[in-house]
């Protein structure tokens, strides 16, 4: 029912900044937590961040803490991920994801998410 759209990938240098974007449809966008994870060649899937239904709560994984920042405009049903200070060992597929939480909670959890989005290259040269 929720459709995902991720943009803003790209390729950028180490030490670089890149903003993506995850865009919205169906259902109702504020009734859900939404959550970056990030999947690099010959890896699992890991989290990246997350972010409550109100947009007032948020998680990092530990790697990314201080580096990203993720964000949400729940009018524009648009969900955002600030990465900067990028390294090259973070070039990885970037999914936006859904989750539908009970008030401020978030998950960091792959599996507790409800819809994916098609994922956005991240490309970090060194």
């Known amino acids: 029912q929720v459709q995902l759209v991720e943009s803003g990938g790209g390729l950028v240098q180490a030490g670089g900044s890149l903003r993506l974007s995850c865009a919205a449809s169906?259902?109702?966008?504020?009734?859900?937590?939404m959550g970056w994870f990030r999947q690099a060649p010959g890896k699992e899937r890991e989290f990246v961040a997350a972010?409550?239904?109100?947009?007032?709560?948020?998680r990092y994984a530990d790697s990314v803490k201080g580096r990203f920042t993720i964000s949400r405009d729940n009018a524009k049903k648009t969900v955002y991920l600030q990465m900067s200070s990028l390294k090259p060992e973070e070039t990885a597929i970037y999914y936006c994801?859904?989750?539908?939480?009970?008030?401020?909670?978030?998950?960091?959890?792959?599996?507790?998410?409800?819809?994916w989005g098609q994922g956005t290259q991240v490309t970090v040269s060194s």
């Open positions: 169906g259902g109702t966008f504020s009734n859900y937590a």
């Open positions: 994801a859904a989750d539908l939480l009970i008030g401020e909670a978030v998950s960091l959890r792959g599996s507790s998410y409800n819809y």
């Open positions: 972010i409550s239904r109100s947009g007032r709560s948020s």
